[in-house]
């Protein structure tokens, strides 16, 4: 679990890598987290594929959050996020 902060104090905690919540919720989780449009578009592709979509966005679900968050200028917290970050390609 790693911790991001935006410039105006805002805080995250995101899980990296597999999302159970996302395997076993589908597209609320999202909608929990206030990503509307990753909700749509996991609503949508797991109407289509009967599901199966909802596997794979397990896998992927959590680093495109992360992206997400890092895009709109959140930053990691502590070190440890930092050092998580890093070892996972997702900051430099």
Request: net charge positive.
């Amino acid at each position: 679990m790693i911790r991001l902060i935006a410039e105006d104090g805002q805080m995250r905690s995101v899980k990296v890598g597999f999302s159970w919540t996302v395997f076993f919720f589908g597209f609320l989780v999202p909608i929990c987290r206030g990503d509307a449009k990753w909700a749509v578009i996991m609503f949508a592709a797991s109407v289509l594929t009967l599901f199966f979509a909802q596997l794979v966005f397990s896998f992927t679900y959590n680093g495109t959050y992360i992206r997400e968050l890092l895009s709109k200028g959140y930053r990691p917290e502590d070190e440890y996020s930092r050092a998580v970050l890093v070892a996972k390609g997702y900051i430099a």
